[in-house]
DNA sequence: TCACGTCAAGCAGAT
DNA sequence: ATCTGCTTGACGTGA
């Protein structure tokens, strides 16, 4: 079991996703802000090392409009190095590295444009872990997408389209169940179709499921899961309390994530934990793990 | 220097 | 018809 945090650290004071505005574009901005990005994305994981935390969700943002058509920079040769070193650091310390695009990116949905974009960001997420050098358990996480008024046509359309990407980028997906539109069982069932490994999210299972206990549900996810894409990997992160049901909580609640651990521990994973105050929560969790016959592993 | 309107992109439910 | 939450910040203009 490793234990990892996304994207942002909120200690050592730089940052691993800056940008700037589409009307801002240039070469020169670019190359900037990408060069700060990878800067900033080796001392994130330098200090993650120090203290035990081994898995990291890099920001979609690492390269500012990427799969945008304005950006016609070759930035995947000119930065190869700056990846490249990246890279041996993550490999030398058996970092697990996951990337997850945003609400814009939906493969299933009818829109042709929607659809175009969507795969020119997933070769752009596919670019980032294959300029690190990343073997097969580095994955991009991804929602089914919209239902659009009929979910097994819907679900059909995500099989055919993922179909349709480049193979770099299917070996590179997971899908994840949201809160909202498809559940874990919904997932698996792409999963039959497709055989994409299904991310177990615990909180949107929590408000939106077909019943299934926490533990039934990651059990059945696990399983979607090959020796080459790695221990499943499990979004973990639990209620703000007084807050409207949905909200992530500020900081790791101890005993909810201790009970969480108790309960699965039958099954071996990778911890991403969603949780507002990122780094010093993972903190937390490496400590509470550690009693934990997983995280000694 | 600071305040604050806005930022590439989608969906679905609420108002 | 328009706004809001997803992830929440931070860019950058205008004063």
New binding site residues.
């Given amino acids: 079991m490793k234990i990892g945090y996304p994207c ?1 650290n909120r200690t050592i004071g730089c ?1 691993a996703d ?7 574009y240039s070469e020169s901005r670019l190359i900037e802000t990408v060069e700060n990005n990878l800067d900033c994305l080796l001392q994130i994981l330098e200090f993650n090392v120090k203290y035990n935390i081994f898995f990291f969700r890099i920001t ?2 690492l390269v ?5 058509p304005i950006n016609r920079f070759d930035w995947i040769n000119h930065f190869q190095n700056l990846f490249e070193n990246v890279g041996s650091f993550i490999h030398k310390h058996n970092i697990r590295i996951s990337m997850h695009p ?5 493969i299933n ?3 042709e ?2 659809w175009e ?1 969507s795969r020119a ?1 997933l070769v752009y997420h596919t670019q980032v872990l294959d300029a690190l050098e990343l073997d097969s358990t580095a994955r991009i996480q991804l929602h089914v ?4 008024g009929n979910k097994p046509a819907s679900m059909e359309r995500f099989a055919l389209r993922f179909s349709q990407l480049p193979a770099s980028v299917q070996s590179r997906l997971v899908i994840e169940n949201d809160d ?2 498809f559940t874990v069982a919904d997932c698996l069932n792409v999963s039959t179709i497709t055989g994409i490994p299904v991310l177990f999210d615990t909180f949107h299972h929590s408000v939106n499921n077909s019943g299934e206990t926490v533990e039934q549900a990651i059990a059945l996810c696990a399983e979607t899961w090959t020796m080459k894409d790695g221990l499943p990997m499990v979004d973990y992160s639990s209620q703000a309390p007084g807050e ?1 049901k ?3 909580a500020e900081s790791l609640d101890p005993d909810h994530y201790s009970t969480f651990l108790k309960n699965t521990q039958s099954i071996d994973f990778d911890i991403m934990l ?1 949780i ?1 105050d990122k780094e010093a929560s993972a903190l937390k969790a490496v400590s509470l793990s550690k009693s934990d016959i997983r995280f000694l592993n």
């Fill in positions: 942002i940052t800056r940008t700037f505005r589409l009307k801002s979609s943002d500012p409009f990427a799969s945008h945003d609400q814009f990116i939906v949905s009818p829109d444009g929607i974009r960001e997408g919209g239902v659009y909202r539109l409207r949905g909200n992530h969603e507002k």
